[in-house]
């Protein structure tokens, strides 16, 4: 069976907001499950986003701050730093 292909990041913003959703969740000591079930998402679409390769909307990227102890500003301007 063939590796399975990785898409790269759409853009180096969505790249930069994946990894800084990615660290805080480290920080938190989560795995991706666990974030998934707090944002009530699914796992897939919490390492998809992780992975620059899918755009959350406002709602989705609202569930995942609540996941992860935080607001959607303080995972901006992580993404923000990050970018930069």
Known sequence: MPPRRRRPPRTPGLAAL???????????????????DL????????GGIER?????SYVTLQRLAA?????VGVIASRADELQI
């Open 67 to 71: 996941a992860l102890g935080t607001t």
């Open 18 to 36: 994946g990894e800084a959703i990615r660290q805080l969740r480290q920080e938190a000591g989560l795995s991706q499950e666990q974030v998934a």
């Open 39 to 46: 944002a009530e998402t699914d796992l897939s679409q919490v």
């Open 52 to 56: 620059g390769v899918r755009n959350p």
